[in-house]
């Protein structure tokens, strides 16, 4: 089981809005950034969002991250075919002196 | 270009060893910090070690702990996981990523390399 609780998965409508969340812990995401990947099927997972909120120039603002506390969220807007992948949370665990990846999420566009 | 490619893969008995290089290019590899993720095929990411820019701070899951050795060589832009004692459950394909300075955020990933432990 993964430090990092992410939903197994999610799924939308192409042109809505999904949001994925990424629970943690004080000794993590309550005291770290987080940050969110992309993994195409048969790819190299992709950096999406970075200290929680920022985006990497070359991601569209469709994309945007938010953290709360203990948990993190990934939303995704105006939802296309193309976004469907699994979904990663990362952070720094301070216990484990080491990083933990959420479980992924697996986004599917209905 | 900025990347980074990974090599070193292939198929070892369990208990043997094996030795991955990740390859940087198109940045000061120097400066930054590196990582070595991995993912067995169909599941999701696990962080295995990571390194800084002088080498001085070396972390690892407990998973690998006492059987894997991250290092680099700046004057050859190289990055290396010495894998030993493997296990079947160190089977997956291995990702070195380059680190956004401060952040503990993957910006640059490779294609990955294959690595099979079994009898």
């Known amino acids: 089981q993964s430090v990092l609780t992410q939903p197994p998965s999610v799924s939308a409508a192409p042109g809505q809005k999904v949001t994925i969340s990424c629970s943690g812990s004080?000794?993590?995401?309550?005291?770290?950034?987080v940050s969110w990947y992309q993994q195409l099927p048969g790819t190299a997972p992709k950096l999406l969002i970075y200290?929680?909120?920022r985006r990497p120039s070359e991601i569209p603002d469709r994309f945007s991250g938010s953290k709360s506390g203990t948990s993190a969220t990934l939303g995704i807007t105006g939802l296309q075919t193309g976004d469907e992948a699994d979904y990663y949370c990362?952070?720094?665990?301070?216990?484990?002196?080491?990083?933990?990846f959420g479980g992924g999420t697996k986004l599917t566009v209905l | 270009e900025v990347q980074v490619v990974e090599s070193g893969g292939g198929l070892v008995k369990p208990g043997g060893s094996l030795r991955l290089s990740c390859a940087a290019s198109?940045?000061?590899?120097?400066?930054?910090?590196m990582i070595w993720v991995r993912q067995v095929p169909g599941k999701g990411l696990d962080w295995v070690s990571s390194?800084?820019?002088?080498?001085?701070?070396?972390h690892y899951a407990d998973s690998v702990k006492g059987r894997f050795t991250i290092s680099r060589d700046n004057s050859r832009n190289s990055l290396y996981l010495q894998m030993n004692s493997l296990r079947a459950e160190d089977t997956a394909v291995y990702y070195c990523?380059?680190?956004?300075?401060?952040?503990?955020?993957?910006?640059?990933w490779g294609q990955g390399t294959m690595v099979t432990v079994s009898s």
């Open positions: 990523a380059r680190i956004l300075t401060s952040s503990h955020a993957f910006d640059i």
């Open positions: 198109g940045f000061i590899f120097s400066s930054q910090s």
């Open positions: 390194i800084s820019s002088s080498a001085n701070n070396k």
């Open positions: 200290e929680n909120n």
């Open positions: 004080s000794s993590n995401i309550g005291n770290n950034y």
């Open positions: 990362v952070s720094w665990d301070n216990s484990l002196s080491a990083g933990v």
